[in-house]
Each structure stands twice: as structure tokens, then as C-alpha cells.
């Protein structure tokens, strides 16, 4: 059963670089056909498809944040990770890695505040 979990801070300042790593146990990020993608939700809106990493190392990105988003991963760690640059307010939201084949990590809340 493949599981996911999401670290990184909870709180980045405007115009910085949002970080966070799914860590991935149970299965291999380089499992055949399988897409690792990250997902959020603002609060009191709906989920936002970001982007994600397949099997191969290729990378998919959402056109609205695709000139901010990058996601890579370190296969010897089983992990990998999302940055989103030149934060803002409205990149306030609960993160999500998602496998959706397999599972969803629980969701790390990310607060962009002064």
C-alpha cells in the first residue's frame, strides 16, 4: 500500500520560494505509468491541479503556474518535491501529493504572510 506525506514550513513570506517534499513509502517513484502529482486547495475554494513528475522523470505543469512551479525528485530517497516561486496570498492553501492510482498524502497547510 503506497503511502504519502507532505513536509516543508507551514508559513512563507510574499515573494519567496514555497518548498515541500512527499515522501513516498510503500512504492517506487519509478513504478511503471505511475504519475506523482501535487494538488492544492485554498481555503473555501475547490482543489487546484499544480503539476507532477512521472515514472520517468518527465514533468507536467499547470499553464496558470507553470511559469513559477518546478517539481523534481531524488529516486534514492523516494521523494519529490515541489517549489513555487515569488509567493503570494493567493498561493495560501492545504498542499497535497497524490498518486491517483494509489492514494493522497494528508494535506500540509502552507500560509503565505508577512
Known amino acids: 500500500h503506497v503511502q504519502l506525506q507532505e513536509s516543508g514550513p507551514g508559513l512563507v513570506k510574499p515573494s519567496q520560494t514555497l518548498s515541500l517534499t512527499c515522501t513516498v513509502s510503500g512504492g517506487s517513484l519509478t513504478t511503471d505509468n505511475y504519475y506523482w502529482h501535487w494538488i492544492r486547495q485554498p481555503p473555501g475554494k475547490g482543489l487546484e491541479w499544480i503539476g507532477y513528475i512521472t515514472y520517468s522523470g518527465s514533468t507536467g505543469y499547470s499553464s496558470s503556474l507553470k511559469s513559477r512551479t518546478s517539481i523534481s525528485r531524488d529516486t534514492s530517497k523516494n521523494q519529490f518535491t515541489l517549489q513555487l516561486s515569488s509567493v503570494t496570498p493567493e498561493d495560501t492553501a492545504v498542499y497535497y501529493c497524490?498518486?491517483?492510482?494509489?492514494?493522497w498524502g494528508q494535506g500540509t497547510g502552507v500560509t503565505v504572510s508577512s
Open positions: 497524490v498518486n491517483l492510482k494509489e492514494s
